[in-house]
């Protein structure tokens, strides 16, 4: 009886209960699917609250998660799944819509088990951070040619 408490059922029990986690990370995945316009209309209103922040915390973060972030695949999210949490985190702290209950079954099931949701997360924060490069390089090429410009007009002093 030692022997089957012990080795037998201990098995038994992890198969049922990667079933009922998979039922319950499907289970949050499907209402969180019924939030998402919810929470497209919360990222409208608070769009330019969240958009330095967002930008900052990116900023920060790692190679592979900038990576997942600019196109997010279910790949990414399961090759680095302690990244993505570490950055739903962070998301969830600064009240990002909808990346706390990510974060929550992110916590429970897994980053592997819940690809929908991070997937519409990181998509989100993918507008942020492209609409601020584009800002960025918009920025850059109004500089360079202020820059040419200048040169140019030096380049005719010298000459005349």
């Avoid at 570490?86 to 990346?99: R, Y």
Wanted: aromatic share 8%.
């Amino acid at each position: 009886m030692g022997y089957w408490k012990s080795k037998v059922l201990p098995k038994i029990k992890k198969v049922f209960e990667k079933n009922g986690t998979q039922k319950a990370a499907a289970e949050a995945c499907k209402t969180f699917d019924d939030s998402k316009e919810e929470i497209s209309k919360e990222l409208e209103y608070k769009k330019s609250e969240l958009q330095p922040k967002i930008v900052e915390i990116y900023e920060a973060s790692p190679a592979d998660i900038k990576a997942i972030v600019k196109d997010p695949k279910e790949a990414g999210l399961k090759k680095h799944p302690t990244i993505v949490h570490n950055f739903v985190e962070k998301l969830a702290k600064i009240e990002f819509p909808g990346s706390q209950a990510v974060f929550e079954a992110s916590s429970k099931y897994g980053a592997a088990l819940i690809p929908g949701p991070l997937l519409f997360i990181f998509e989100k924060v993918s507008t942020f951070v492209l609409l601020e490069e584009a800002t960025a390089t918009a920025d850059q090429e109004e500089t360079s040619s202020k820059e040419k410009e200048i040169v140019m007009e030096e380049k005719k002093k010298r000459s005349g």
